[in-house]
């Protein structure tokens, strides 16, 4: 079946270190690919997606490429800050939003001043 | 993208009883999917909801615990039924993602049963 294996947490960073969080998976056939972010209290929301393969997706510093020959979805960020403190979760899905999305177990991220 | 309001954002329930969740979507929606996040862990699809007929349940998932209503193509209800403290969660429902944006979820409800 259609999984994700995303990177143990917690991480803890000071400002300013640069971030990766790794992110796999395995399906069949080719998924759309979702990093989702959920702030301390809050609901899930979207922080970049890519939809093929060698796709590139970014939003707020953070980016992630679509590999399909190492089936990856990896986060970067350059330069975290405080307020990147949150859970992020890799994600994928068929068929444009007809379809589930399957989520990894999320990676907590602490940055600190 | 679309807009969801979720209710209640929180509740605290006595075990035996039962708390209905309600999701309003600010546009007409084919699916809507309703997820559970237990403390700590990730996201687990309780059911995927189609306006006009039942509900589909994800494994280990019931309806008699989780009824779903989905009345028209902007409403969803979840209701946990028979409440235990192994329900304290957070419920989460969610629309499908077209285009440039992605799945768009509630706010959430953060249950707690004792």
């Known amino acids: 079946g259609n999984s994700v294996t995303q990177m143990e947490g917690p991480v803890t960073l000071s400002e300013e270190a640069f971030l990766t969080i790794n992110c796999t998976y395995t399906a069949t056939g080719y998924p759309s690919l979702f990093w989702y972010v959920q702030y301390p209290g809050e609901g899930l929301q979207l922080l970049l997606k890519?939809?093929?393969?060698?796709d590139k997706g970014s939003n707020k510093g953070f980016e992630a490429t679509y590999r399909k020959e190492t089936t990856s979805f990896h986060l970067e960020k350059g330069s975290v800050q405080v307020s990147d403190s949150a859970v992020y979760f890799c994600a994928l899905s068929f068929q444009g939003g007809s379809e589930k999305l399957v989520f990894g177990k999320g990676t907590k991220l602490t940055v600190n001043p | 993208s679309a807009v969801i309001s979720q209710k209640p954002s929180r509740d605290i329930c006595q075990r035996g009883t039962s708390l209905t969740i309600q999701c309003q979507v600010d546009?007409?929606?084919?699916?809507m999917f309703w997820y559970r996040q237990q403390p700590g862990q990730s996201l687990t699809l309780i059911a995927t909801?189609?306006?006009?007929?039942?509900?589909?349940?994800e494994s280990g998932f019931v309806i008699d615990k989780f009824p779903i209503s989905r009345p028209n193509l902007t409403f969803s209800t979840l209701t946990v039924s028979n409440m235990s403290p192994e329900d304290s969660s957070i419920y989460l429902c969610s629309v499908g993602g077209w285009g440039d944006y992605g799945y768009t979820f509630g706010s959430g409800t953060r249950l707690t049963v004792v």
């Open positions: 909801a189609n306006q006009g007929s039942e509900a589909t349940y």
């Open positions: 546009s007409q929606v084919t699916m």
């Open positions: 890519a939809t093929k393969a060698d």
